[in-house]
């Protein structure tokens, strides 16, 4: 057959084995969680509960009036003990909420609201009370991207249940596990936007979650047109633009973004947080992701409260061995190494990859011989042998010039590269260099 | 808590690696050049495995030696000094005196490569270079051509190479005749099989395109900047009035054109570059051999377009998201 796809990718090993056909597992209620008070790109949020305050779960703790941003809420019932900075795993260390159980299951939910009934306004400030933000990684606040600029209709929606980072499953057992909530988010999510068309796009790998989500269309598409389509099995099929190339066969213009072409891509997560927040009126406080890798004695799919600290869940949920080296929060093309066991699970945790040390490998950088692999690899199709160069002559703007600031730091490079160069982790700190030569020419008048 | 005294690692994404690294590419490079090898073995006799021996030892010696001298890491275990090694032997006469195989592979590396900082930042293919060198410097040795063992008609120790006889005004009759082909389709075959006096490992297209062949599946190189140079060498020479399919397989076209036209540190990494820069060499090659002193042109022709390249690799590709606005209907 012949698979929809983007030109460029590589095929790393998938290691998806250990947790593909395991449920997804509810933690026991941690006894304490620590909720980061901004865990979505934009502005940071105020605490809107004090130290010693009762706070339920479902409670709204943290806001600020300033888009974009999103709301976080309690995810356990208890007594908020401290509010101070913690580990998190965007490595920025901000500020928290540490609560403690106090053992109660109450919880409170906003009132169900029928997003086919209700204003588009309504519709938009639900998903921002609810706080749901983009859970494939990335966190961008849905409700602001879902209120596209008027000039800037939307046609195609597109439920992005591709994974293709290696070893997580979560996307894929959300998939079979709650076909319905899916395609019931992704239907309202079309709706909020007036897209007309609504495809579910699975890679090839995750085949047989196509007929189990087409089940559902039926009920839940709310007379929309719906459809799936299967990409081919490639990383990163799931990033957002490569998708949208696939699907659409339209491209994000460079430093645009993906309404200028009038799609919109949602991860199913995202999408079944989208049902929650209307039909059961529930904040996105819970989340499901996936725990592997080589000192992963235990490999899972779990779902647990937002806050829920990884050192707790060992080691009755989680066993590792002795010698971890990384602790991966994401997958492991694009994922972030934390410091310390003591990071809690955030919003856009889509697992948890504990490594060993021959997963840990360090190896020595050589000088770029131009095989033209990282090339062929970048779905964005960049010269990323060319602008590390310009960038190993501290020339920030050549590298610019030849594609920087449109690399999205997928990995790929890196990835291929026979002489082991970190070009993706050079790229960001080019972006950095490039930013600051552009302050200091503003600087002086250039 | 367990594991309280476990050390983390912190590391930039992504966190996996392809396993194919420098050492396995040059080892397939290396596999591909072993039928052209063997090849030289058939035609010339084993004297082509000891020139090839010498020159690769002297290739990693000079490799090695140099980056000790200079209290700098060695690398000689990522193949890179081997490959040099083999192309060089592969482009001299199998009469090479092993003396001079070895100082060309060692000043190949140590000038044009070690100098410019080792693998990946030389401009120029070392085994090219140190074969200029060997060229300007005892060029009798290097002209200086045995015939294939299995030619039909053996008349001397030495002959001339069919692109020498053209040299010297000879014409595809001559060739014909110096082979002992019944025509000229007997002859292309003949070259195409490799049964004719030249480099060691150059004569045989058969076994350069199977090695080609493998590194082209094996994805190691990229077939733009060989078939822009055959293109090219095939149109040239038609233009000059010259045999196209004879200059072709003439010479070291095949050899340059899949093993040193490709290589990656010094040929474009665009792809306007690539087939530029195989245009360049094939034309280049073909006006060295219409108009110069020398019958061959293929070394001076890669070499002079190993200049050129970075500004051929300014021709930036279009990139993802660079396309025209598109209407949406509202």
């Known amino acids: 057959m012949n698979l929809k796809t983007f030109r460029g990718g590589i095929h790393p090993p998938e290691h998806k084995e250990p947790t593909r056909d395991l449920p997804i597992e509810h933690v026991p209620t941690p006894k304490s969680v620590v909720i980061h008070l901004t865990q979505a790109i934009g502005a940071q949020n105020q605490p809107l509960v004090k130290v010693g305050d009762r706070v339920v779960k479902g409670q709204m703790i943290g806001d600020v009036q300033a888009c974009p941003a999103a709301t976080v809420h309690a995810s356990i019932t208890g007594i908020v003990k401290k509010i101070e900075p913690a580990p998190q795993s965007n490595l920025k260390d901000g500020m928290a909420v540490f609560i403690e159980a106090d053992g109660t299951d109450e919880t409170v939910y906003m009132a169900p609201l029928d997003a086919f009934v209700c204003s588009r306004e309504e519709a938009i400030k639900r998903l921002r009370d609810a706080g749901v933000v983009g859970m494939g990684g990335a966190s961008f606040p849905t409700d602001v991207k879902l209120a596209p600029p008027a000039d800037k209709p939307i046609d195609t929606i597109i439920a992005n249940g591709s994974e293709c980072e290696p070893y997580l499953n979560i996307d894929y057992r959300t998939m079979i596990e709650s076909p319905a909530d899916v395609v019931e988010g992704l239907a309202i999510a079309a709706h909020i936007v007036g897209a007309t068309r609504a495809v579910v796009a699975i890679e090839s790998n995750k085949a047989d979650a196509v007929p189990v989500i087409e089940r559902e269309f039926q009920q839940h598409a709310h007379g929309m047109h719906m459809e799936t389509v299967l990409v081919a099995t490639k990383y990163p099929e799931g990033g957002e633009k490569m998708l949208m190339k696939a699907v659409t066969g339209r491209e994000v213009p460079s430093k645009g973004l993906p309404f200028d072409i009038g799609v919109i891509c949602q991860n199913v997560g995202t999408l079944k947080a989208i049902k929650e927040a209307f039909v059961d009126g529930k904040p996105l406080i819970e989340r499901g992701f996936t725990v592997s890798g080589g000192a992963c004695k235990t490999p899972k799919n779990l779902y647990a409260p937002i806050g829920t600290v990884i050192a707790d869940l060992i080691p009755d949920v989680i066993q590792i061995s002795d010698d971890v080296r990384k602790v991966i929060f994401g997958g492991p093309m694009m994922g972030v190494t934390v410091p310390s066991l003591q990071t809690p699970v955030a919003k856009g945790t889509s697992g948890i990859l504990f490594f060993s040390a021959a997963e840990s490998k360090q190896y020595e950088e050589r000088l770029c011989i131009r095989c033209g692999r990282c090339a062929d690899a970048c779905p964005a199709w960049l010269m990323p042998m060319l602008m590390n160069a310009a960038l190993d002559a501290n020339d920030a703007n050549r590298a610019d010039a030849i594609g920087l600031v449109d690399c999205f730091e997928c990995g790929a490079c890196s990835y291929v590269c026979p002489a082991r160069i970190p070009l993706t982790q050079r790229f960001k700190l080019g972006k950095d260099l490039l930013r600051n030569q552009r302050a200091k020419e503003a600087r002086h008048g250039k | ?330």
């Open chain 2, 1 to 330: 808590m367990e594991n309280k005294t476990m050390k983390l690692v912190l590391s930039g994404a992504p966190h996996f690696v392809t396993g194919n690294d420098i050492q396995k590419t040059m080892g397939m490079v290396i596999i591909a050049l072993l039928p052209a090898l063997a090849g030289g073995v058939y035609f010339f006799g084993p004297r082509a495995l000891l020139v090839t021996a010498v020159s690769v030892v002297s290739a990693v010696a000079a490799e090695f030696l140099f980056r000790k001298a200079l209290r700098r890491e060695t690398h000689v275990t990522d193949l890179s000094a081997v490959v040099t090694g083999m192309l060089l032997a592969l482009i001299l006469p199998v009469s090479s005196p092993l003396w001079m195989a070895a100082v060309g592979s060692a000043f190949g590396i140590v000038v044009a490569k070690e100098l410019f900082g080792g693998l990946g930042g030389n401009f120029a293919n070392p085994a090219l270079v140190g074969r200029a060198v060997l060229l300007m410097s005892w060029p009798a040795f290097m002209t200086r051509w045995s015939p294939s063992l299995h030619a039909a008609v053996v008349d001397a120790t030495t002959t001339a190479t069919p692109l020498g006889i053209l040299k010297l005004g000879g014409t595809i009759a001559d060739v014909i005749k110096s082979v002992g082909a019944s025509g000229k389709s007997a002859l292309y075959l003949q070259m195409f099989l490799g049964n004719r006096a030249g480099c060691i490992g150059e004569t045989s297209g058969l076994l350069l395109l199977l090695g080609a062949a493998f590194l082209v599946v094996t994805r190691v190189i990229d077939l733009r900047t060989p078939v822009a140079m055959i293109a090219a060498v095939f149109a040239a020479s038609w233009l000059f009035g010259r045999d196209p399919v004879f200059s072709v397989l003439a010479g070291g076209i095949l050899l340059g054109a899949f093993f040193m036209a490709t290589d990656y540190v010094t040929t474009p990494v665009t792809p306007i570059g690539k087939w530029a820069f195989g245009i360049g060499a094939g034309f280049m090659t073909v006006l060295i051999r219409q108009l110069g002193n020398f019958p061959e042109g293929v070394t001076y022709g890669i070499l002079l377009m190993n200049v050129v390249v970075p500004y051929l690799d300014k021709i930036i590709p279009r990139k993802f998201g660079f396309v025209k606005p598109r209407k949406v209907n509202a």
